[in-house]
């Protein structure tokens, strides 16, 4: 029994210095509730583990492991995307293994990693041979033992009482960097899915935005056509050598407004620029549903843009050139209020740039949308062809990733320039939006300033302004308000 509470203790105390970068003990000096909920995480972690060999160190061991891939994960994450490792990542493991390129998963496959998984391999064979099992012999019915106390360690922290003390410490909403230095990678993971598991759907300042929403009536422009431009920004605006963007820009200046687009992320999660836009929710309003909405996007479903515009009489339609069951969008878009999706089985033998369907072939559907319909329509459209990793390999002649984010920048510009043309030959008004979901990742253009603004505009067929409009900054929920503002006027 010593030998076991010094290896959970000693484990505890590694686990702690392996997950943080640089190593570090600060989150032993946080508060005592936090201690004993990290410490409840950890039981169940070596409970776990234990029940499988009944070895302490080795149990130790794998604990340990899990706290350094965990550390190493959150790191590089970090490095790319300009956040630590949350809760919520887990729910998107599933879509790293079904697209690994998208999520940066083939460096599980680089030597360096495959080194460590051997290595890994290596240890577990020889601790099993070292290491002796502590299980008394002919005590079989001890082997339930640590399943129940790994059942029980969740059971304390999936309670009601555990959540409400995990408010008391981190509030109703993220503080993410001072959270994880706070209280380390695992304790405020935790500490975040607790609340998250029990706040308010939608909350009292969710449910507020949804009443001030404007109230699209019949009228207004025909057409309404939005899209979520992947990765897109004006990079010689922010003093970055990058390529001329003429139709982008000569829309900015008959546009009803344009600027720099804040978004609640960088180099990734698109669901939240998305469901931003898409429901005019700031990400203050969600608490901690805001790392990812799309889990849980049913319980805001009524705010949604599509089913106001629909209420309103609208036809409407989402596209986007890839596999329909992303971010579940299969299932949440209908109840997002959009009649149709038309995804990446009717791009089947279009035109990719790179290895994604090119925003040519977007435009391509977006114009035979346009020209088909007969009746008021809202059509949402998400780009891809601008979608991470850039290097060797991606575009024939183009190794540089800065030239291959250039061409594709280029070829989202002139999709603009087509969509925008086909607008303006339709009667009845047309109403466009262009905006980025993010900036690209940190190894793109590691110089790049303000990386939590894309760009976007607004443009009205009706309206022809006296002089280019003043640049306007708004937060990405603020321009699909300010879309639906202008979808309801007559």
């Known amino acids: 029994m010593t ?10 105390v590694a686990s702690l210095l392996l997950e943080s970068r640089p190593p570090s003990l600060a989150a032993l000096r946080g508060p005592a509730t936090a201690q004993a909920i990290r410490l409840t995480l950890h039981l169940a972690v070596f409970a776990g583990a234990f029940a499988l060999s009944w070895r302490p160190w080795h149990a130790a061991l794998v604990v340990c492991v899990a ?20 809760f919520s990542d887990f729910a998107l493991v599933k879509l790293a293994i079904r697209h690994p390129r998208l999520y940066y998963a083939e460096k599980l496959i680089e030597p360096r990693a495959l080194a460590i998984f051997a290595a890994i391999a290596v240890a577990t064979v020889l601790w099993f041979w070292i290491e002796p099992s502590i299980l008394p012999a002919g005590f079989w019915a001890l082997l339930a033992v640590p399943p129940m106390v790994c059942a029980a360690a969740v059971a304390a922290l999936r309670s ?3 959540s409400r003390a995990a408010r008391k410490l981190v509030g109703e909403r993220p503080d993410l960097d001072a959270d994880v230095a706070r209280f380390g990678i695992g304790g405020s993971m935790t500490l975040h899915w607790l609340v998250w598991r029990r706040q308010a759907r939608p909350s009292a300042e969710a449910r507020a935005a949804m009443a001030a929403a404007p109230k699209p009536a019949t009228g207004g422009p025909s057409l309404v056509v939005a899209i979520q431009c992947e990765s897109f920004l004006d990079l010689a605006a922010r003093g970055i050598p990058g390529p001329d963007l003429p139709a982008f820009r000569s829309l900015a200046r008959e546009a009803v407004a344009w600027g720099r687009c804040r978004v609640p992320a960088e180099g ?4 939240r620029a998305e469901f931003g836009f898409l429901t005019g929710l700031p990400s ?8 990812d909405p799309y889990i849980v996007a049913e319980s805001y479903a009524q705010a949604s843009l599509a089913r106001r515009l629909k209420a309103a009489g609208r036809r409407t339609v989402f596209l986007h050139p890839y596999d329909r069951r992303f971010f579940g969008r299969d299932e949440l878009m209908p109840k997002l209020g959009f009649d149709r999706f038309i995804d990446g089985e009717a791009f089947a033998g279009a035109a990719r740039v790179g290895p994604y369907i090119g925003d040519a072939a977007v435009a391509d559907a977006i114009e035979a949308e346009i020209a088909a319909t007969r009746e008021s329509l809202f059509l949402f459209a998400v780009t891809i062809e601008n979608h991470g990793p850039w290097g060797a390999g991606r575009l024939p002649g183009v190794d540089a990733p800065a030239e291959q984010y250039a061409r594709h920048l280029r070829n989202a510009d002139a999709m ?15 109403l466009f939006c262009v905006y980025g979901d993010h900036a690209p990742a940190r190894t793109l253009h590691p110089g790049l300033p303000d990386r939590r603004a894309a760009d976007y505009l607004i443009w009205d067929s009706r309206v022809r302004p006296d002089a280019p409009p003043e640049r306007l900054d708004l937060d990405v929920d603020a321009v699909g308000r300010l879309l639906l503002e202008r979808a309801a006027s007559a």
């Open 268 to 271: 990734a999660y698109t669901m």
């Open 416 to 430: 603009i320039g087509r969509i925008a043309a086909a607008l303006k030959a339709q009667p009845g008004g047309a």
């Open 67 to 86: 706290a350094f891939l965990f550390g190493e994960g959150s790191a590089m994450k970090r490095r790319i995307l300009g956040e630590p490792v949350v």
């Open 160 to 162: 009601e009482a555990a």
């Open 3 to 12: 030998e076991l509470l010094l290896a959970f203790t000693l484990s505890f």
């Open 284 to 291: 203050e309003a969600l608490g901690f549903d805001a790392f």
